[in-house]
């Protein structure tokens, strides 16, 4: 059975308020999908629209084939991780999960394997409300791993975590795409998703904005340009010019390069004996692609600092 997690047409109105706009993206098996978009874009409602928490005014959304509601064990097709802090305080934290396994017919066994994934068996029997951010966001990941499900999904799981919390949030989810399961991650740490991520649905005002490949997206984002440290900066721009490049200066010993490739600049350089010490081809960040392509899309804006008046 093909576990992919399907969004069509997906529309959605509060009062006056567009949430989703014919939102359709889908998340595939075996790889991990990040889910991106400024505030208001409509990633929290889509989520909640494939957990059955709100209706859809139009559109579906499918886990393996089919509405959430209508699995026979919810949690063994599809793990989610939406709000870190939806947990009874009082409840250890080994009895918050156990509560959530007997109530979906699982085995308590289940509960002890996944805090042991989770790495909280030092804290299991403390209480939940006394867990740090980045403690109940292993303990939400416990709880959405219970039915060791087909699918996962989660918004913002590195949120409150340490450098070495997100180092493991990250491989973790890595080896679960591995294991062949379809993994969807909201966040707004553009830096760990781009070393997470295979695949990227980016979206903006209730519709999908970009539907790629990390490596794509990138590489889109990144274009041509070539940066050239020279000592002789103007004999290298003149060489370069004649042959076909467009030439910016960005520092006193640095060159931007476009129209040429960097084997094809090193070939030029070297054949008119201009000294160079780098040659390198720019690779654009995720974010700097994700603030490209969201540049219109973004309901609230700050003036930039500096400009602000009184």
Known sequence: MDWALEVAGLRKHFGSTTALDGMTFTVQPGQVTGFVGPNGAGKSTTMRVIL???????????????????????????????????????????????????????PASRVDE????????????????????????????AAAMLGDPHALMLDEPFNGLDPEGIVWMREFLRSLARQGRAILVSSHLMSELEDTADHLVVVGRGKVVADTSMAELIRAASG????????????????????GGQIAAVAAD?????????????????????????????????????????????????????????
């Open 224 to 243: 041509d340009r070539v940066l050239l440290r020279t000592t002789s900066p103007a004999a290298a721009a003149g060489a370069l010019e004649r042959a």
């Open 254 to 310: 640095g060159l931007e390069v476009t129209g040429l490739a960097a084997a094809e600049i090193v070939m030029v350089l070297s054949r008119m004996e201009v000294p160079f010490s780098e040659v390198s081809a720019h690779r654009a960040s995720l974010e700097q692609a994700y603030l490209e392509l969201t540049r219109d899309q973004v309901e609230y804006r700050a003036e930039p600092a500096g400009e602000v008046t009184a």
């Open 114 to 141: 996944v805090l042991g994934q989770a790495g909280l068996e030092s804290v299991a029997r403390r209480k939940a409300g006394g867990y740090s951010l980045g403690m109940r966001q292993r303990l939400g990941l």
């Open 52 to 106: 059955g928490l709100d209706a859809p005014d139009a559109g579906q959304a499918l886990v393996g084939g089919q509405p959430y509601a209508s699995l026979d064990c919810p949690m063994r097709a599809l793990g989610s991780l939406l709000d870190a802090g939806a947990l009874q305080p009082s409840r250890s934290g080994r009895n918050h999960l156990l509560w959530l396994a007997l109530s979906q017919g699982l």
